[in-house]
């Protein structure tokens, strides 16, 4: 899929390219917090992302992991992203499928399904966790889309290097080269790794753009961004990211779908599409996970 021509709007910022930076907000899952950054008080989503949430890195004691039970997603879909750790998928359509690092989960939501994540082989002993969940709007015309669920393995994924720095490819097109990933729109999804004094130009005309800095540090416009820090990028602009160490680098973007609804874990252009969603997970008109069946209310 190709991006439109991006906007031209000026940037306010005396950054130079950046127009936001993005601190998360710390948010207990029970087992264990993960770093929120989107959605943000002043910048609600990046091109189709509406939700980013880097998880760990944890460690668990034998016996205890990561722990969803199973929940009701409609009208996104979410991508799953590692670094260390695995996680097991299990699915309302059956499926059941372990991730592991540099891999990628891609459940679309569509008109409605449920999963669970849980902790991988690794339960018996001690593990880490550490990845990125994101979740991505569907256009409006997707939103009721049948849901689907597609497993990637790491080495579908294709990785470029190019003066010091290494580049994956998770989603859309960069340096050459495409990832197989299933797009709904429009969209831009990179792992970088940099090496001290190495630098990154991130790609032009992305409509909306950001990265995030998940471990390390880097620089923009001579403004240092550190680890947990989002950077958002001016309309048309193209930041050139410089590390100052050892640095791993998520970038996001792609094509604006306009506003959206979310609540809980529902997201949809319509309020009363969400209304929808809760009475029927009040009802349990949503299917179920085989092999785990535990029930979440609504939440209060």
Not at 255 to 279: C, M
Request: contains cysteine.
């Amino acid at each position: 899929m190709s991006f439109q021509e991006a906007g031209s709007a000026d940037c306010l910022s005396s950054e130079g390219s950046i127009e936001l930076t993005i601190k998360p907000k710390l948010k207990d899952l029970g087992e264990f917090s993960v770093r929120r950054v989107l959605p943000a008080a002043r910048r609600r989503s990046v091109g189709p992302f509406v939700f980013f949430d880097h998880m760990g890195p944890a460690e668990f004691p034998p016996g205890e992991g990561i722990a969803v039970r199973p929940h009701p997603h409609i009208g996104l879909a979410t991508i799953t992203y590692l670094f260390e750790g695995e996680i097991i998928h299990r699915d309302s359509l059956g499926f059941l499928q372990p991730i592991q690092p540099g891999a990628v989960n891609l459940m679309t939501a569509g008109r409605g399904i449920v999963h669970s994540e849980r902790a991988g082989e690794d339960l018996a002993t001690t593990s880490r966790l550490h990845g990125i969940q994101s979740w991505m709007a569907l256009p409006v015309e997707l939103e009721e889309i049948d849901p689907a669920f597609q497993h990637y393995s790491a080495n579908e994924l294709p990785t470029v290097e190019q003066d010091g720095v290494g580049v994956t490819v998770i989603m859309g097109s960069a340096l050459g080269v495409e990832s197989p990933v299933l797009q709904h729109s429009p969209t831009l999804y990179l792992e970088c790794r940099l090496w001290p004094g190495s630098s990154f130009a991130l790609p032009e005309d992305v409509p909306e753009l950001a990265f995030y800095v998940v471990t390390g540090q880097v620089s923009v416009d001579g403004h240092a961004f550190a680890e947990g820090e989002m950077g958002v990028a001016c309309p048309g602009a193209a930041p050139k990211l410089t590390a100052q160490e050892d640095s791993r680098v998520m970038v996001i973007g792609g094509q604006g779908l306009g506003a959206r609804h979310l609540w809980w874990n529902f997201v949809s252009h319509d309020k009363d599409r969400i209304e929808q969603a809760k009475e029927d997970w009040r009802q349990q008109r949503f299917g179920k996970v085989d092999g785990d069946d535990e029930f979440i209310p609504l939440p209060e």
